[in-house]
């Protein structure tokens, strides 16, 4: 006898609120338990999904946590080495002119070693999107002060918190960037409440889009906690993000085409 299904197990689609893209692969994530990577990967791949473009899509991922990306995405990836992941898809790109390309790389890859990449590559204004995750530290590899580090700030290369006189001043490498002739959309996000979320994924979804126009580097800024690095709880990391990061990495657009304002 065939099992009896009643209407409280079928889930219609009209009153799905949520539901997990498919572009995930089915593979629990690694990150610890409160970091924003499974969420900046889901606006990632829910952006791919709805643009229908999961055929046409590459990603590059070069080392530290955004390392693990190609672990979870379910499109085309290559690895980079550490901090070269911008020139590996300007090299994609010019190949795939047709592809849209992405990095997604953390500050201490983006700001740090890569800081020579990531500068030539806004400044000659390659057609790529640059997904950057911020957590002022080296989350993989130990917690570490990054050149995101905030002053003050403790890590385990800087026990005592960073020193401005010896250790030097933290770099805004977005605001750097928003001031090349080679980026056409630059904008600092986060994702550490739904209105954030939501925020992020529309920026994403710009710079995605933007590929379609030819016209440049879009750069897309993700203010994150790492509270393994820090030694805190995640609600407090959070916490400790909007007090202390937020002032120092204000969320928000710093450089939006004109046409798009």
Known sequence: MAEKITTNDIVKEENLVFRKTPLFIDKPLSYCPGCGHGVAHRLVLETIEEMG???ETIGVAPVGCSVLAYEFMDIDMQQ???GRAPALATAIKRLHPEKFVFTYQGDGDLAAIGTAETIHACNRGENITIIFINNGIYGMTGGQMAPTTLPGMKSSTSPYG???????????ITELVAQLPGTYYVTRQAV??????RKAKKAIRMAFE???LNKG???VEIVSNCNSGWKMEPVQANEWMVENMFPFFPL?????PAEQK
Do not use: C, E, W, Y
């Open 217 to 219: 580097v879009s750069f």
């Open 80 to 82: 980079a080495a550490h």
């Open 162 to 172: 960073r020193d401005i006189k010896t250790m030097g001043n933290p770099l805004k």
């Open 53 to 55: 473009i999961q055929s």
């Open 210 to 212: 933007n590929q379609k």
């Open 252 to 256: 928000g657009d710093i450089k939006v």
């Open 192 to 197: 550490h409440t739904p209105g954030a979320v």
